[in-house]
Structures are given as C-alpha cells and as structure tokens.
C-alpha cells in the first residue's frame, strides 16, 4: 500500500511536472476585445445595441497610485508581493467543489484572477478551465514581472458601470484619471471589485431587491472602511494619513449612454436584470458584449403608453406656471399580457438619460386602495375566523365570506377590532379609528358596494377577521414581492401601505384575469450567444387562486368601473370588459390605477418625488393643487392614462369577455363590523358576456337613483341587554361605540362640485402600528360631482 500511494504520488508530481513545461502563457484573450450586445423588439425587430465596445484604456504601472496597488492587495492578496501567484489550498477548495457539483469559486489570488481576465478566453467555471487556469497561473506567476500582473489585473478587472481597468473606472466613479486617485478613491474602487452589483453606491435594485442604494452604500461603506484600516495595519498607510479620510468619498451619478433616450433604457435595464436573475448571466459576463436578446416589449404599446402620460403632462402639469404644485411629478406604468406574464410595455419616467430611476419598478410609492383585491381574494379564498373560538381555535374555524351577502360597517371613524371582539391597539396603547375618504359613513353595505365606494372601514376591519397573514399571502400568491409588503399586523396593511411596483401590481391583476393562474412577470424570451439560442425562457404557472375566487374578483372589480358610482368609471375602454380599481393614498402622495380586460393588465401611478440627490431631505410629497386640480385621485389621472392607453393597446384584440362569477363554495352570510341582523340579499343583474358594451345594474339596495344621489338607512336605536346579537356583530351591546350597530347615515352629496379634503387614516391619538395609512378613493369623482 505505502508502494503504491508512493508511485501514484511521483507519478501525480511527474504529470504536474510534464504540464507545467508544456504549458505556455497565452497572448492577451479575444474575450478582452469589444463586443456589444443587441436588443430586439417583441416583433424580432432590432431595438439597439448597447455600447461601442468596451468602456476600456490602459494605463501604464507608472500611472496606477501606489495606493490603488496597496488597497488592493490589503483587501485580496496581502502575499502577492511574494507568492508564487497560486493559493493551493484555495484551488483544491474550489476543484473539489466543483468536482461534487457544488458552488463554484473563483481564483483566489490577484494572479490567477489576472489569468482568468486576461490570459483566458474560456470563462466558465468548470475543472477543467480551473486546471488550466492553476498552471497558467504558476507560470505567469514564475516568469512576468509582478509589477506587469499587478497593471495587468487593474487594467482588465470590471469595476462595474461598464468600465473595465482603473482608467474607466476612475472616470465613472470620480471622473478622474487613474493616476489622480487619492487614498479613499482607491479604497473604494477595491471594495467595488468584490462586486459592483452589491458595492457600487449607485445600487442596482433592478438586478437584485436587496441591491438598493442605501444597501449598497452601506456595505460599501463598511468595507471601504476596513481597506483603510487594513491597509493600516499593513504598514501601507500611516495613522495620521488615515485620519485625513473619515467620510465616505463622493461618487458620481451614473451616466447613461445617449442611445438610451426616452424609454429604450427602461427596456434594455429591465431586460437586464431578466437575463441576470432568470438565466444566471453575471453583470461582468454581460458587460463583455456578445449577446442577442429577444425581449416582450411591443414597440406599438411602448408608444402608446409614453403617447398617453405624454398628453396628460403636457396639457396639465406646468412646473413654470405653479412650481409649488407641478414640480418633480412622476408618472409610472406597466402593461402585462394576463395569459403569459410577459411584459409588453412600460414607461419608466421622461427620459432615461435624464431621469435614470425606473418608475415602472421598485419606487417606494405606497399603492393605496389597488389592494384591496387582494384582502376581498383572502376572504373568500381562507375566509374569516369564528370571533366565538380562542386563537388556538378560531384561526382553523373560518367561514367563507361572499362579496354581495357579507356586509360590513362603513361606519367613518370606525372602532378597529380583532377578531375576536377585542379592540385592536398600536405599540403605544392606542386605539385604531378608521376614516373613510371625505369622512363618509356608508352604514351597513355589502363588500361589493365597500369596494365600488373605495370605503376604507369594511375592508380594514375585514383584513382583521381574515388576519392579515392570510392577506399578505394573498399578494404574495397573486405575484407581489415579499419584500415590497409591509411587515406587522398593521390595519392599514390592508388599505396599502406597502409599494409593489407597476410591473407587479400590473402581474399580480393578470393572476385574476387568468382564472387565478399566476405568471411570473418576464421581459426576454431568448438570449442568443454567436447565432445560437443558450437560454430560453420558460413558463412556471401556478394556480394562486381558484377560478371560483378569480372570477368573483374580476366580477366585484368589473363594477368599480361600470357602476355610474364606481370610482374607476372613467376607466371604460368602448367595447370592453374592464375590471380594476382606483387607489389614492394618505396625504394625497400617490395615486393609482390598476385595471385589466381579459386579455391585458395594465397598472399606471402618478406621484411627486424628487429625483435630485443633492437634496438633503428627498420624500414623497403632496399632490394637492397638482395640475392645477384640488387632489389628484387615482379616478383622475392615473384612470384617464389607462384608459386612453388600453383603448389603443387592445383595439386589434378579438373582443373576449370575462367568465361569469362562479358560486363560492360554503360561502356563508357574515355580518362584520357593526351589523346586528342579516339584512336582505342584494339583487345584482347579471352582465351580459357577449356584449360588446357591457353594462351592469348596481344591487337593488343601495343603488342611485337616476336623479338623485343614494341613500343608506338612518340610525337606529341601540339594542337593548337582553336582545340576541350576532356572532359578527362587534359592536353589539357596547356602549364604548355607540352608533356601532348600523353606522352613521350617509353623508348626502352636494349638489355643487366642493373641494375635496384629503383623506386621513389614523388612530385616536396619531400614529397606529407605527405607520399611517393611507384613504381610500371617494365614491364621487374629483370634480366634486356624484354622476358622470
């Protein structure tokens, strides 16, 4: 045994000897040439190539600070100095991991990542590259100059924005040249090596959520932090020069290139993070060029969509004439196709070499009222806990609720409660009082007419007796980002605090367009590499909710906009079935509309909010007065948008309608939030399917006259001590909330217009669960008149 462990040994060292003579160290790689990579349209036709090559110049070692060459050694390689340009240890680490399958690892000294940059056109991460790259390695390490590998690794290293070598990079990060680089310059741009994605202080949330400014400003900032104190602690860096750097250096805005104008940026960064998160192409293996990508984007909606906020903007939004008013306004839109989840238009902002933030993505603008669809789908998909059970048990006890039978209090200023009864209080002991917008109590309505009038207190007090749990996962199963939602049992998690962005809200409404099949929203259906496909993008249907809960859904949000109360009336596309939902949130600092035909799910929002860093204090602000309107409503503009746009996007579609709701399954009457008694089963007509102009006949109970406005029943007396109360019934017999039972009358309209306040969603007290939420949409349109 000892024999044969000695001949495989000398003959192991006799191959590694025989290899290591025969290999030579190749010339420059051709994969350090300049490629560009080309974007097509939907329709195969070509959008634009990005880059004129590689953003790439060398610099000679002379040029390259002394404190660049230490603060990267400091922060990768403290023994390149005198290493022989390998780390054994960390190559048989990454060969054997490799070789059982697991994850991948790169060259761990600044020679070996010089060789895989510079010396190799084979950029995979395989054994056999990893082999070659080990004795490569040890021979450039043995035979060039370390000064060379040193200008070599600098000069081809990706830095990220585009810049490949310490010449771009100085340029992209601090616009200077390379050889001007002070010691923080040169520690940061060491920290960016470990990964531009995460380290650039730019962010890059449309690769990766958790790739936000501030996160990777934070991290940068640690770890620029450490490279001066290593360097410290290396002797590279003297105490005193040290101190000369406590704040973090100031870095450029990015640039975008010019052929990125108008909305093709939007696209091609949207397109980018598609290939990076779904096919697994890094940032750097993107930025070496080489790739065709074929995207969703319909050219014809691209235009359509920009056309239709163009309008708006142009005809009432003047930042000259009411600066106070018409400054920083955003708008920001998405359009779905509801059967695939593929991304056929967006409009991320003006311009994107002048407005580089995507406003069809992540933004931070609250969605308001949009998100009630998705507590109404929590209740009739888990439905509502038994208030008579304990929380061991009243969380497996639930009943079904049905938008037309289950009624709720609209009661203004509603006692928020728990399921059980309890009155719900925040971390500082208060008390929730729900407002509805304008302070409008709509007495005892159905969910249905709750969710026509945009009422607030049913739908808060309904995501309570769900749990907000079962909510949350609603969204979540519909297509929302985990992490766009806020987290707590908050009630007004249920009105919209939280900020999807306009492609998933616009995803998460296709989920009910499609008979409750979600989609994963996606931009690029191929990625080609030298004529031939390498990925292909893959559909990964999931049934979120049953076509029994999506049509019933699409059923409710058909009469927000065909109700002549709805408040997303003005949405009607002319020969259409549309269903969504109008959203205006606390404070008037966003507003939305997010709507869907059958074929098509669209999401438009309108917000102010400064995209000027130089600004100390950058928040979203308020829209009163904003186009010279008294509040923006998501039922003004945001509604006006989608309709213009989906009348153009859909006109060539075959007209389809939306399936007939079906009958909910142990769907039950429930009587929540102040009702005492069932009260009579609305009548709702049934809507035509075939029709090209469909109409509906609001219920019986609490539709308008012709001629004048509605009315809701008057207040009763309380029930005495000894009257039977409803399980449902939260107020019943209390006396902290009188006029609980069936809520405060109807406010009656005006008859001429009146200005809108703004609508309020706070607690006794201020401040609820920590957060303030926002007011839903008013049942009458902004002109302050209550029909059409």
């Not at 959520?209 to 940068?220: F, G, I, V």
């Not at 997010?594 to 309108?606: C, E, F, K, N, R």
Request: glycine residues 10%; charged residues 25%.
């Amino acid at each position: 045994m000892t024999g044969t462990f000695l001949f495989f040994m000398v003959s192991l060292m006799g191959v590694a000897a025989f290899a290591y003579s025969k290999v030579g160290i190749p010339n420059e790689a051709e994969t350090a040439t300049s490629q560009n990579n080309i974007f097509y349209w939907a329709n195969g036709e070509r959008m634009v190539a990005t880059g004129s090559g590689q953003n790439r110049q060398i610099v000679g070692i002379e040029k390259i600070p002394t404190h660049m060459q230490d603060a990267v050694v400091s922060a990768e390689n403290k023994t390149f100095w005198t290493d022989s340009g390998i780390d054994p240890m960390g190559i048989g680490r990454a060969v054997w991991n490799m070789a059982k399958g697991g994850e991948t690892q790169g060259g761990s000294t600044i020679t070996q990542q010089y060789v895989k940059n510079n010396r190799l056109d084979d950029q995979s991460q395989t054994v056999t590259r990893k082999v070659k790259e080990l004795f490569i390695s040890m021979k450039v390490g043995n035979e060039l100059d370390k000064r060379e590998i040193m200008a070599g690794y600098l000069n081809t290293a990706y830095y990220g924005r585009g810049a490949y070598g310490i010449q771009a990079a100085a340029r992209a990060y601090f616009n200077v040249d390379a050889e001007k680089l002070n010691v923080s310059q040169s520690a940061l741009l060491a920290a960016v090596l470990k990964g531009a994605t995460y380290y650039d202080p730019a962010g890059y949330p449309e690769i990766d959520p958790e790739a936000t400014k501030e996160k990777n400003t934070a991290r940068a900032t640690e770890r620029w932090n450490w490279i001066l104190d290593e360097m410290v602690k290396d002797g590279k860096l003297k105490p005193e020069e040290r101190a000369k750097y406590p704040t973090f250096p100031h870095v450029e805005k990015l640039k975008p290139a010019a052929n990125m104008s108008g909305q093709i940026g939007y696209l091609v960064s949207t397109a980018k993070a598609n290939v990076r998160n779904k096919f697994g192409i890094t940032e750097q293996e993107l930025e070496r060029g080489g790739y065709e990508i074929r995207t969703t984007f319909d050219k014809s909606k691209v235009e359509a969509l920009e056309k239709s906020i163009k309008k708006i903007y142009d005809e009432y939004i003047d930042p000259e004439k009411r600066p106070e008013t018409d400054t920083h306004v955003q708008f920001g839109g998405a359009s779905v196709d509801a059967a695939s989840g593929a991304i056929v238009a967006l409009y991320g902002g003006t311009d994107y070499t002048k407005h580089y933030t995507n406003n069809a993505d992540n933004t931070g603008a609250q969605v308001g009222s949009t998100f009630k669809p998705f507590v109404l789908a929590a209740a009739m998909k888990d439905g509502v806990r038994n208030p008579e059970l304990g929380p061991d048990q009243g969380a497996d006890e639930r009943t079904i609720v049905d938008p037309d039978k289950s009624r709720y209090s609209g009661k203004n200023e509603l006692k928020v409660r728990r399921y059980n009864g309890e009155v719900w209080h925040n971390e500082k002991g208060e008390e929730w009082l729900q407002t509805n917008d304008d302070n409008k109590s709509y007495g005892n309505i159905t969910l249905r007419e709750a969710m026509i009038r945009s009422a607030n207190s049913p739908y808060v007090q309904l995501g309570m007796d769900v749990g907000i749990d079962k909510v949350r996962d609603a969204a979540i199963k519909a297509g929302l980002r985990p992490e766009s939602l806020v987290q707590g049992e908050v009630p007004s998690f249920s009105l919209g605090i939280s900020s999807p962005s306009a492609i998933r809200m616009a995803g998460a409404y296709a989920t009910f367009a499609n008979q409750g099949v979600q989609n994963e929203p996606y931009s690029v259906t191929e990625v080609r590499r030298g004529g031939q496909p390498i990925h292909k993008h893959k559909p990964e249907p999931q049934q979120a909710f049953t076509s029994a809960v999506s049509s019933n859904v699409t059923d409710v949000l058909r009469d927000v906009v065909e109700s002549p109360y709805g408040t997303g009336r003005k949405a009607k596309v002319p020969g259409r079935q549309v269903a969504g939902k109008t959203g205006t949130t606390d404070g008037n600092k966003s507003a939305w509309f997010v709507g869907y035909t059958p074929q098509l799910s669209t999401a438009i929002d309108m917000y102010r909010f400064s995209d000027d860093e130089t600004q100390k204090k950058r928040e979203f602000l308020e829209m009163f007065g904003t186009g010279d309107q008294p509040k923006i409503h998501g039922s003004s503009f945001p509604s006006r948008i989608w309709q213009d746009y989906m009348t153009e996007a859909v006109k060539d579609y075959p007209f389809k309608g939306f399936p007939a709701p079906e009958k909910l399954e142990d769907a039950k009457s429930v009587f929540g939030g102040g009702a005492t008694s069932p009260a009579p089963t609305p009548t709702v007509t049934e809507k035509p399917i075939e029709s090209a102009t469909p109409t509906t006949t609001p219920p019986t109970t609490t539709a308008p006259p012709t001629t004048t406005p509605p009315t809701t029943p008057s207040k009763s007396p309380k029930p005495t001590k000894t009257e039977t109360c409803s399980i449902w019934d939260r107020d019943c017999n209390n006396p902290d909330d009188p006029g609980g039972t069936t809520g405060q009358p109807t406010t009656t309209p005006p008859a001429t217009p009146t200005t809108e306040p703004g609508p309020t969603d706070t607690p006794t007290g201020g401040g609820g669960g920590g957060s303030g939420g926002p007011g839903g949409d008013n049942g009458k349109p902004e002109d302050g008149s209550w029909f059409p």
